[in-house]
T-cell receptor, first 110, second 115 residues
Framework: RKEVEQDPGPFNVPEGATVAFNCTYS??????FFWYRQDCRKEPKLLMS???SGNEDGRFTAQLNRASQYISLLIRDSKLSDSATYLC???????????FGSGTKLNVKP | ETGVTQSPTHLIKTRGQQVTLRCSSQ?????VSWYQQALGQGPQFIFQ???????GRGNFPPRFSGLQFPNYSSELNVNALELDDSALYLC??????????????FGPGTRLTVT
C-alpha cells in the first residue's frame, strides 16, 4: 500500500465553482501534513500546512481527519489561475521523511 | 521565490555516465532533501542531509549519493546512469526547529535526460 494516495483527476470545473480533493495516508502515527501546488514543469510550491484539525487561508481550506486518515483541500470560488496539480504530502515522523502523493490535477475553465 | 537554487537546469547524459547536481539552500536553512520526480508522478524522497550528515534515505540504490557542505549547500551524485534515471530532480531546503516541525521549500529542479 502506498504511503499517500490521491485521486489523479483531472477535475474539470468552471470558474467560480467549489472543488474538493481528498488524500488518504497509511501511517496512523503521521504527525504533519501539507498541500503543495505544482504547475506544469515547475517545482512544487507550499500551499498550506495542516498541523491539527485544519486551517483556512482565503479561498483555501484544509481539513485533517485522523480517525479516517485523510486530509482534504477545499477551494472556493475557483479561478483560472488555480489550474495546477495539487500534491498531498505526509511527514510521518515529523522529521526527515516526506511522502508525496501522485497529485490531483485541476482544470478551471472559463 | 524560495531562495533555493539548483544547477544546471537541464542536462543530457548517456547511460553509464555519472552526473553531479547542485543545490544552494535558502538562507538560514540547515537541512536539504533531494527528490526524484518522474513524469506524472509525485516527488520520491531520495535522501536528506542535516549538518553535513545523511539524515534519512528513501528506496534508492547506493549509486545515488550526496554531500552537504558547511554552508548547507548540497550535491547529488548519480553513478552508472540508467535510462530510468531520467526525471526532474528537486532539492528542498528547510529549517529543523527545536519543535521538530518544519516546512520544505523547493528549488526549480534539474531536468535530467539519460539516453
Amino acid at each position: 500500500r502506498k504511503e499517500v494516495e490521491q485521486d489523479p483527476g483531472p477535475f474539470n470545473v468552471p470558474e467560480g465553482a467549489t472543488v474538493a480533493f481528498n488524500c488518504t495516508y497509511s501511517n496512523s502515527a503521521s504527525q504533519s501534513f501539507f498541500w503543495y501546488r505544482q504547475d506544469c514543469r515547475k517545482e512544487p510550491k507550499l500551499l498550506m500546512s495542516v498541523y491539527s484539525s485544519g486551517n483556512e487561508d482565503g479561498r483555501f481550506t484544509a481539513q485533517l481527519n485522523r480517525a479516517s486518515q485523510y486530509i482534504s483541500l477545499l477551494i472556493r470560488d475557483s479561478k483560472l489561475s488555480d489550474s495546477a496539480t495539487y500534491l498531498c504530502v505526509v511527514n510521518p515522523n515529523n522529521f526527515n521523511k516526506f511522502y508525496f502523493g501522485s497529485g490531483t490535477k485541476l482544470n478551471v475553465k472559463p | 521565490e524560495t531562495g533555493v537554487t539548483q544547477s544546471p537546469t537541464h542536462l543530457i547524459k548517456t547511460r553509464g555516465q555519472q552526473v553531479t547536481l547542485r543545490c544552494s539552500s535558502q538562507s538560514g536553512h540547515n537541512t536539504v532533501s533531494w527528490y526524484q520526480q518522474a513524469l506524472g508522478q509525485g516527488p520520491q524522497f531520495i535522501f536528506q542531509y542535516y549538518r553535513e550528515e545523511e539524515n534519512g534515505r528513501g528506496n534508492f540504490p547506493p549509486r545515488f549519493s550526496g554531500l552537504q557542505f558547511p554552508n548547507y549547500s548540497s550535491e547529488l551524485n548519480v553513478n552508472a546512469l540508467e535510462l530510468d534515471d531520467s526525471a526532474l530532480y528537486l532539492c528542498a531546503s528547510s529549517y529543523q526547529s527545536q519543535a521538530g516541525t518544519y516546512e520544505q521549500y523547493f528549488g526549480p529542479g534539474t531536468r535530467l535526460t539519460v539516453t
